[in-house]
């Protein structure tokens, strides 16, 4: 130690203006540049431990969050956290500290005033000696972004709701005339007032698209994410298509693996996605054909929508998931986009974990493709508890976890194989999505047995529903005739009363 | 003028609309007047739930953002009411995806129309909703 403060106090002198002349010297300059950039930089800086003890800070840090050196041993890096991070920020940090793979973040953190500020950056491990021994977090200050976008998404909901008032009205009125409610109309008069409905409903449509940009870009879509065969969601959305398809003389042509393809999707969503490429594509193809097309590999689905129609320029395809842009548009009236369709198509894949891309060649047609990653029932179950509890703690609300287990599961399985308690299972959990009632609830199944997730549900309601629930899996039960004697047993875990931390909840429904 | 779909050679069936936008309510009564219906409006909650009271009408279009009082409130007093529970209400709103659906269905709403609206929309759900007595 003595020598160290021996070799230091030169340097400061050296630092501030002569130059080095011996090698610990230049160490020590070295030493005292990064530790000036460690302080200059705006980006706050925490170098910790795992279990949240505050091992340094730079300036910025200490200036934002108003704390100084003496108020560190009495701090961790969890209780600076808003709690509902604090459980996403635990994971992250393990995750971060086992593999050593860089991960985002980005919640909020107390000052020491008790104001809260918006932080969003990167937590890496620091290695000594090739062990890995603290986290760092760098991180932005992002408060008065987030403020600006808050004030964005407000403003476009307001004007998007005082939009529709007066559009509604415009729209009445005119389809009141057309329909000669008021006394007959001329053919002329009609295809100009047809005209005007058709862009009174491209408005409307401009209106929602911009919402819904404006709604996935501050995060606020949540995804209900549930096991379909996306095949029959797909050939639902095409034969939507039927009719134009027929109307323009155009094919519309799919392409599956199999009849069925199971995955955890949010259903809606993938219906935006799909109804949306075929719309795009349907604009820019006269004619040919329209080709929707399913891969399936272990860990993800490929889907693409390609058409023969008039392709994209190079400079064009480059910016062409951003908001607003059209391009390959011809003079004079027909059918036009918002320029927002391939924006909302690219955040819902997002959404979904996947990426989308878009390849074009001029005159011969796109072709626009993304993948779903594959969901594990475990992974799914985890993030949505993981969602629906920040929630809770944000809210003050309540959760209920319902699980159903199959009795005698492994004396079933060594009877009936493993293939057909799978498939056992399976059923049970579309059984009791479909008796579910509200959105947001939703049946996981696991190897054996069935979670449901019943966010703002007390405990009194949550034994109703399993009764219930109870009652649907019994008739089935007795209905099935093929199904060997099999009898399901439920209970229920609430938050707060009976488990407060994610790893009580995983604890309680897997001890079950 | 013709007047045949709705109300039938029996009574006429009769329709309440509740908004505070006064250019709505006329244009929604007069489309739903010209398809055989009688219509009763109401510019507040208030005057709403006084006329649902006095009228007895056989289905509600209810707003979702009033002035004195939001459309939930609204609901869950028609719902609560002895007199008003069993008429079917159907959401009219401008917050598509905002609203959930689903929320005023737990109310006891019957479903939800968004503005703007297309009027063969509109005109389907009455006429559904005029079948069912809850």
Request: hydrophobic share 40%; glycine share 6%; with cysteine.
């Amino acid at each position: 130690m003595k020598k160290r403060l021996r070799k230091r106090t030169p340097t400061r002198k050296k630092a501030s203006g002569r130059l080095p002349s011996a090698l610990s010297s230049d160490v020590s300059l070295l030493e005292q540049k990064c530790k000036n950039l460690f302080d200059l930089t705006s980006d706050l800086i925490q170098i910790f431990k795992v279990d949240g003890t505050i091992i340094e800070v730079n300036a910025s840090w200490r200036i934002t969050l108003e704390y100084d050196e003496r108020d560190l041993a009495n701090l961790t890096v969890y209780n600076l956290l808003l709690p509902k991070y604090r459980m996403e920020c635990e994971e992250i940090f393990l995750a971060v500290l086992r593999d050593g793979r860089p991960r985002k973040f980005q919640g909020s953190m107390i000052t020491k005033s008790g104001q809260e500020i918006a932080v969003e950056g990167t937590v890496s491990r620091l290695l000594c000696e090739d062990r890995p021994c603290a986290l760092s977090a760098i991180f932005d200050d992002v408060t008065r972004h987030k403020h600006y976008e808050k004030l964005k998404d407000e403003f476009i909901s307001t004007v998007s709701h005082e939009l529709r008032t007066p559009l509604t009205v415009i729209r009445e009125g005119v389809s009141q005339v057309r329909d000669e409610l008021m006394g007959p109309v001329a053919e002329s008069q009609k295809t100009m007032l047809d005209m005007v409905l058709q862009n009174s409903d491209r408005l409307g449509r401009i209106i929602e698209e911009i919402l819904d940009v404006s709604r996935l870009e501050a995060g606020r879509v949540r995804l209900h994410r549930k096991l379909c065969n996306i095949v029959d969601v797909i050939k639902e959305v095409v034969g939507n298509f039927k009719a134009i398809i027929k109307r323009k003389d155009l094919e519309l042509l799919t392409d599956f693996p199999s009849d069925t393809i199971e995955i955890y999707i949010d259903r809606d969503k993938i219906v935006q996605i799909f109804t949306n490429l075929i719309t795009n594509s349907l604009r820019f193809t006269e004619k040919g054909r329209i080709t929707v097309r399913l891969r399936s590999q272990e860990d993800f689905v490929e889907c693409s929508v390609s058409d023969t129609g008039r392709g994209i320029s190079k400079e064009d395809l480059a910016k062409a998931f951003n908001k607003f842009s059209q391009f390959a548009r011809e003079i004079g009236p027909g059918d036009r986009g918002t320029g927002l369709g391939l924006a909302i198509c690219k955040r819902l894949v997002e959404l979904h974990h996947g990426r989308a891309k878009i390849e074009s060649v001029p005159l011969k047609g796109t072709t626009v493709s993304f993948v779903l990653p594959r969901y594990t029932h475990r992974e799914l179950f985890k993030n949505s508890i993981v969602g629906a509890l920040s929630r809770c703690v944000e809210e003050g609300g309540h959760l209920s976890i319902i699980i159903f287990d199959v009795l005698d599961f492994e004396m079933l399985e060594k009877r009936l194989g493993f293939r057909q308690m799978e498939n056992i299972v399976v059923q049970l959990e579309k059984l009791i999505n479909g008796a579910l009632r509200r959105v947001a609830d939703v049946a996981i199944k696991d190897t054996k047995a069935i979670m449901v997730l019943l966010p703002d549900t007390h405990k009194d309601n949550a034994h109703v529903v399993m009764g219930r629930l109870l009652q649907v899996v019994e008739d089935y039960l007795i209905r099935e005739k093929k199904l060997p004697k099999m009898e399901v047993h439920g209970s229920v875990v609430c938050y707060p009363e009976e488990a407060v931390t994610l790893e009580e909840i995983l604890d309680r429904i897997y001890a079950q | 003028m013709h007047s045949e779909k709705g109300g039938g050679e029996q009574k006429m069936k009769k329709i309440l609309v509740i908004d505070d936008e006064s250019n709505i309510l006329l244009m929604v009564s007069q489309r739903l007047k010209i398809h055989g219906y009688e219509v009763i409006t109401a510019l507040s909650g208030d005057q709403g739930l006084e006329r649902a009271l006095q009228d007895n009408p056989d289905l509600v279009l209810l707003d979702h953002v009033m002035p004195d009082m939001d459309g939930a409130e609204i609901l869950e007093r028609l719902k609560r009411e002895r007199r008003t529970c069993h008429i079917p209400v159907i959401m009219f709103t401008a917050n598509i995806k905002e609203v959930k659906v689903e929320d005023y269905i737990e109310k006891g709403a019957v479903d939800c129309i968004y503005k703007p609206f297309h009027p063969e929309e509109l005109l389907g759900k009455i006429k559904k909703f005029l079948g069912i007595k809850a």
